[in-house]
């Protein structure tokens, strides 16, 4: 990470905290979302558990790992700044779908929209990295980039299944 720190040391550790930020509340929506999971009964969302569980597992590390490098940088991953607000605020925008009303197929599309952001984010610093020239720090990016694109493969599965189950459901006449 050093070698992309030295071009502009500031910036690095914003778009870290922004990172961070966006992890934080993806571990509290996989919390929330898989206590809703645990308790809904349909063998269908059982057989999803675990794979949402690994996912909330992949966030956490995601999490502290970031933690650690803007420790490492000298910087406060505590200390919000001006960009971190707003992306703290985009992700608080998710997490009320989710805490709103307790429908899972709401909270999956909640979690689809948190991994976009995810992916892109992940994206945006591996090509940071590797435009700089910082190896190192991109193959620590690459290597989480590659989880959050498993991340959104089983949520978006998620949301396409449900939501097929949930329109066959309406379109039985009863009669
Ligand atoms: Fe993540
Ligand atoms: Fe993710």
Redesign the pocket.
Known sequence: MNKLAAKNLGRVLDLLNERLV??RA?VRLYDKVLSRMRNSGDPRIAALFERFEQ?RN??K???EWLEEQIRALGGDPHSPSEKSILVKAEAEGIEHVVMRDPNLLHDFHALLTA?LS?NA??ELLMELASEFGDRDAKGEFKK?LH??EK?LLTVREAVREMSLQEIRESFIDPG
């Open positions: 966006f992890e993806g996912n992949e966030e590390e995601h999490e991994e995810d984010g992940w989480r989880e959050e991340h």
